[in-house]
Nanobody
Framework: QAQMTESGGGSVQAGGSLRLSCVVSGYSRGDYCMGWFRQAPGKEREGVAA????????FYANSVAGRFTIAHDKVKNIAYLQMNRLKPEETAMYYC?????????????????WGQGTQVTVSS
């Protein structure tokens, strides 16, 4: 199964931007999806964005649509999450995950491989 390593987290002021990266390796051939999730202490994990590798078709949570962009570089085998106009309430641990495509890909349930997470802190 796939292995993922996230990077790019950090601290920014409200309205700032960050670009997260997820190096993907060890996955088998076939149609797979990659997603970005976030979880703040005491809150449920929520889907942020996901992409189908075969078609590059993206999906976004309503709360981030228009501000975040997910992309997949097939040559470098890296998934990116560009986050713009960040809000303090979006402070959380951000995780990269992978699964074979199917079902609701913005739901954490169904993803079989997870990265260790990268912390994003947005100051007001």
């Amino acid at each position: 199964q796939a292995q993922m390593t996230e990077s790019g987290g950090g601290s920014v002021q409200a309205g700032g931007s960050l670009r997260l990266s997820c190096v993907v390796s060890g996955y088998s051939r076939g149609d797979y999806c990659m997603g970005w999730f976030r979880q703040a202490p005491g809150k449920e994990r929520e889907g942020v964005a996901a992409i189908r590798a075969a078609s590059n078709g993206p999906f976004y949570a309503n709360s981030v649509a228009g501000r975040f962009t997910i992309a997949h570089d097939k040559v470098k085998n890296i998934a990116y999450l560009q986050m713009n106009r960040l809000k303090p309430e979006e402070t959380a641990m951000y995780y990269c995950a992978a699964r074979f495509c199917g079902g609701l890909i913005l739901r954490a349930e169904g993803y079989t491989n997870w990265g260790q997470g990268t912390q994003v802190t947005v100051s007001s």
